[in-house]
């Protein structure tokens, strides 16, 4: 490996790690607002939560992957491009392909990689999320009855709650319908 290509890759491998997490955050905020309803409220241990924060982390790993690779070697380039470095490598008798030599063994590396967590990783980790996901909706589920109004989460039978104690355990005039 050339000196050049250890530039081009070492300056590529800060920000991509920086942007790949970023980009894993935000899916991951994405992901968890949708089901912000039925985590909230229910005595969860701080280690549920960091495990299904980690299910979903693997879940959104294959998406996160593109957009952090784009995001990391626009800011490579651009900061090669700043500080005249592309045109010093220019300059060598090097061409810009060559240049983007480095990147692009990383970048199928990385395809390999992400081939194997997608094929692996990914089903085993959205059936564990969605399976803990699950038994958190099942843990209080006093909570997901509004006061007033009809709830059909259970199928064929329909449930109405006229009044919710605080406690988040005691109801009061249940009618269920079937």
């Not at 905020?29 to 693997?58: E, R």
């Not at 990147?103 to 990385?110: K, S």
Request: charged share 15%; hydrophobic share 50%.
């Amino acid at each position: 490996m050339k000196k050049i290509d250890k530039l081009i890759l070492s300056t590529f491998l800060g920000p991509f790690l920086m942007t790949f997490l970023v980009v894993v955050f935000m899916l991951l905020n994405i992901q968890m607002i949708k089901y912000f309803d039925d985590i909230i409220g229910k005595d969860l241990g701080w280690s549920v939560l960091g495990t299904l924060l980690f299910y979903f982390a693997v879940f959104t790993t294959p998406t996160a992957l593109p957009l952090g690779v784009l995001l990391s070697s626009l800011i490579t380039f651009g900061n090669l491009g700043e500080h005249f470095e592309i045109t010093a490598i220019k300059s060598l008798g090097i061409s810009l392909l060559r240049s983007l030599l480095p990147i692009f063994c990383f970048v199928l590396a990385l395809t390999v990689f992400a081939f194997y967590i997608n094929n692996n990783l990914v089903p085993k980790a959205a059936l564990e999320a969605y399976s803990l996901l699950y038994d958190i909706k099942q843990k209080k589920p006093a909570l997901d009855m509004k006061e007033g109004s009809f709830i059909s989460s259970i199928p064929d039978v329909s449930i109405k709650v006229d009044k919710k104690f605080p406690d988040g355990n005691t109801l009061k005039c249940v009618m269920i319908y079937d």
